[in-house]
């Protein structure tokens, strides 16, 4: 008879009502996998998607949410090395097929067969979850477990935009909306450590001297200012470099707006919506150009943990809750009452 562990899980699409704290059989892991007791997993837009459910996108039923691991390594599979038992662990999300070519060039995220923890594969919403060993990295030493849950998922995807489509430079001025959300938190710090100045937006008023806090420059308030003429006045009428915009639709008109000639803009998420529309006359006269980001390689996530272990990158927590109450903080998230990442504890 399988063993149950306590999990939040949801059975049908909905509301966050629908996500149900319970019993769940215990993980059960391959060769190559790692089970990893978790002891913090932070939320992502990710977990309400799939909870909302996407249009053509299958999720198995019931399902536990859940991206952002940090843990304790439980147990380990026959053909895992370097890991052991009792170890600090944060799980790298991503999960490829290790094979293509893809995969082997260290592009991960370009995998066909990619997918990410806690989206279409059980996840952290529970007291146990398991994982390929190669996803199982060590916890920078003096991190606590909460602080550790708010890394792989949004600086791995902030690292890989800002250094491996756009390699951000000294200099470059950087337009990043939503600055208290988790990938614009990692954006900021990220686009610093390289030298750019960062113009950052935020939603109310009490998150600008948090933004400040963490490294912009100069922070908006996208409700109450005209975004794209105040980067124009803050730019002598030049416009910025890169913009990062995880909004989608609400913001799409004046990202591209708020380019300079020859500046890229990054499209990494989709919170208000995915369909727009583009004037193409306007791209190909300025020379801009549009990237879509996804996630990243494991290499990167190594990259970033070293920076965290230097200490010259920095977790942003804005609240840790129990486990049984990831209903409210789902909703917390959508509401946008945070600040940095709302991390939930077993």
């Not at 991503?94 to 066909?112: I, P």
């Not at 920078?140 to 998922?153: I, R």
């Not at 500046?263 to 549009?290: C, E, F, N, P, W």
């Not at 494991?298 to 840790?320: C, Q």
């Amino acid at each position: 008879m399988a063993r149950c562990m306590k999990a939040v899980r949801f059975h049908e699409h909905g509301g966050p009502e629908k996500l149900v704290y319970e019993d769940a059989p215990d993980p059960v892991i391959e060769e190559d996998e790692v089970l990893v007791r978790v002891r913090a997993c932070a939320l992502n837009h990710l977990d309400v998607w799939g909870r909302v459910g996407l249009p053509g996108v299958v999720i198995p039923l019931p399902h536990i949410p859940g991206s952002d691991i940090a843990g304790e390594v439980a147990k380990v599979g026959r053909l895992v090395r370097g890991v052991e038992p009792g170890e600090r662990v944060i799980v790298s999300p991503g999960l490829s097929c290790g094979r293509c070519e893809f995969c082997l060039s260290g592009r991960d995220s370009l995998c066909r067969e990619y997918v990410i923890l806690g989206d279409r594969v059980d996840g952290g919403y529970a007291e146990y979850a398991k994982a390929p060993g190669v996803n199982i990295l060590p916890m920078p030493s003096w991190m606590s477990f909460e602080e550790a849950a708010s890394v792989p998922l949004v600086f791995l995807t902030a690292w890989h935009m800002l250094t491996g489509l756009v390699r951000v430079r000294p200099l470059d001025e950087v337009l990043v909306w939503g600055a208290g959300s988790g990938v614009g938190i990692a954006s900021i710090q990220v686009a610093k450590l390289h030298g750019a100045r960062v113009i950052a937006t935020v939603g109310a008023d009490w998150k600008a001297e948090k933004a400040r806090e963490i490294g912009a420059d100069i922070v908006l308030n996208h409700h109450r200012e005209d975004v794209v003429e105040r980067v124009r006045e803050l730019t002598s009428r030049r416009g910025v470099d890169v913009v990062i915009d995880s909004v989608g639709r609400g913001t799409w008109e004046r990202s591209l707006k708020s380019l300079a000639y020859g500046g890229k803009m990054i499209s990494v998420g989709a919170t208000t919506g995915v369909a727009v529309q583009v004037d193409i006359r306007y791209l190909y006269r300025r020379h801009l150009s549009i990237l879509g980001s996804y996630m990243g390689g494991k290499a990167e996530l190594i990259d970033v943990l070293r920076l965290f272990e230097g200490k010259r990158l920095r977790p942003v927590v804005d609240i840790v809750m129990p486990l049984q109450s990831a209903g409210e903080a789902q909703q917390r998230m959508e509401e946008g009452r945070h600040f940095g990442k709302i991390v939930l504890k077993p």
